[in-house]
């Protein structure tokens, strides 16, 4: 779980209420924010170790601030929480960069792992982001296997990251052209392909063949195939 606290962006002052007694039942320390505004500005300042985030807001949704989170370079994993609970709903909540999407009403325990999970799938060395003994250097652009490394050009790292933040779950083509590319389209070219193609290739090249293609569905890199 993180070491820093757990914002949680909610402006139903009960569900908040509920939310941060249980993270502190458990260990956790936690933020509160109201607004959109709040939370915006409580990231910031660097103190947050992963987020809880409501999609309606007051002031700014939270697919808005998770996107200019995204946007921003901010890697910290988030859980969105919402009574909006249609695959189009999840699907747009994980297109706009959300590690999970968790429906309102929901269950404590259910709550509890889906935080630990997201936290564990994004395991840091300091700035860094690791599934295994893969690793990315944030720094570098450099992607380790244990001792060993290679540099990665900027798509080919912006695409790793994707997937390490989503490790064990399909990514779709038109998520990674979102946020790798910020195409909100298909421009009907192999450039996913293309790119995948040689970040697979590079990681081969470091002993990792940990990113698989799902006929018709997208893409997983397995946690498995990391290195325990």
Same mark, same amino acid.
């Given at each position: 779980m993180a070491q820093k606290p757990v914002l949680v962006v909610e402006d139903d002052p009960i569900? /908040? +209420?509920v939310i941060c007694r249980s993270l502190a039942a458990w260990g956790h320390p936690s933020l509160h924010a109201l607004t959109g505004r709040e939370a915006l500005a409580l990231e910031r300042e660097g103190a947050v170790g992963a987020i809880i985030l409501d999609r309606m807001l007051p002031d700014i949704g939270g697919i808005e601030i998770l996107s200019q989170w995204r946007a921003s370079g901010c890697n910290i994993p988030v859980l969105m929480l919402s009574a909006l609970g249609s695959v189009q709903d999840r699907v747009? +909540? %994980?297109?706009a960069g959300a590690d999970d999407y968790l429906t309102k009403p929901f269950d404590d325990a259910e709550l509890e792992a889906r935080l630990a999970a997201? =936290? &564990?799938?994004n395991l840091r060395k300091g700035d860094d982001l690791a599934v295994g003994r893969l690793r990315l250097d944030n720094a570098a652009h450099r992607a380790f296997l244990g001792d060993a +490394?290679?540099?990665?050009?900027?798509k080919q790292f912006s695409?790793? /990251?994707? %997937?390490?933040?989503? /490790?064990?779950? $399909?990514?779709? &083509? #038109?998520?990674?052209?979102e946020n790798v590319w910020g195409y909100a389209f298909d421009p009907a070219t192999n450039i996913v392909e293309s790119n995948l193609s040689r970040l697979r290739g590079r990681l081969q #090249? %470091?002993? =990792?063949? #940990?990113?698989?293609t799902l006929r018709g569905e +997208?893409? $997983?890199l397995r946690s498995a195939k990391c290195g325990a």
């Open positions: 569900i /908040a +209420g747009e +909540g %994980l297109k997201i =936290c &564990r799938r +490394g290679i540099d990665l050009n900027r695409m790793l /990251a994707y %997937l390490m933040r989503h /490790a064990d779950r $399909v990514v779709t &083509r #038109a998520m990674l052209l #090249a %470091l002993g =990792c063949d #940990a990113v698989e +997208g893409y $997983v």
